[in-house]
T-cell receptor, first 113, second 112 residues
């Protein structure tokens, strides 16, 4: 089976509850951040992004919060559903000429029915 | 929708074999990337390309090479596969204008 979820911190929530997944990023000069969702056996899927000139951005059932003071990013999922079970990881854009994304190791979200 | 496809979902090769992993994207993206994903280590960049015939080393290029002869296709080559290259390999692409990368489904490579 797939092993993406091994060795990862796990957040276990009840269906219908709100989930908050946290990420600490490393570079204070990073100008753009993305949250990805990776289901078992699949490639990462874009969820939501935020630029460094914003503190908050909302999508459908998801909200991303950016705290540049402490270099912290969070993803809030409202009314968590079983289909939200996956590994979630953040990525920061280092900027510069290459514009490479640096990825966090991820958090496994387990939704209990 | 952006579509990134990879030639194989699962691959089993023997030590010393030459391995080709193919990636194709259909959105005319300039930039393409190869990552490997290992438990506890996250995604690590192997190589990327910002244009046809252009390539740049990522963080872990040793033991790999790449080829980009056409804009839509980016190939990862393991010249002589070793057991420590057993991993999930992910291809991604993005436009030159935006930062978000779009990923393929991945190829799980096992080298025995």
């Amino acid at each position: 089976g797939e092993s993406v979820g091994l060795h990862l911190p796990t957040l276990s929530v009840q269906e219908g509850d709100n989930s908050i997944i946290n990420c600490a990023y490393s570079n204070s000069a990073s100008d753009y951040f993305i949250w990805y969702k990776q289901e078992s056996g699949k490639g990462p899927q874009f969820i939501i992004d935020i630029r460094s000139n914003m503190d908050k951005r909302q999508g459908q059932r998801v909200t991303v919060l950016l705290n540049k003071t402490v270099k912290h990013l969070s993803l809030q999922i409202a009314a968590t559903q079983p289909g939200d079970s996956a590994v979630y990881f953040c990525a920061e854009n280092y900027g510069g000429a290459t514009n490479k994304l640096i990825f966090g190791t991820g958090t496994l979200l387990a939704v209990q029915p | 929708d952006v579509k990134v496809t990879q030639s194989s979902r699962y691959l089993v090769k023997r030590t010393g074999e030459k391995v080709f992993l193919e990636c194709v994207q259909d959105m005319d993206h300039e930039n393409m990337f190869w990552y490997r994903q290992d438990p506890g280590l996250g995604l690590r960049l192997i190589y990327f390309s910002y244009d046809v015939k252009m390539k740049e080393k990522g963080d872990i290029p040793e033991g790999y090479s790449v080829s980009r002869e056409k804009k839509e296709r980016f190939s990862l080559i393991l010249e002589s596969a070793s057991t420590n290259q057993t991993s999930m390999y992910l291809c991604a692409s993005r436009s030159g204008q935006y930062y978000e990368q779009y990923f393929g489904p991945g190829t799980r490579l096992t080298v025995t």
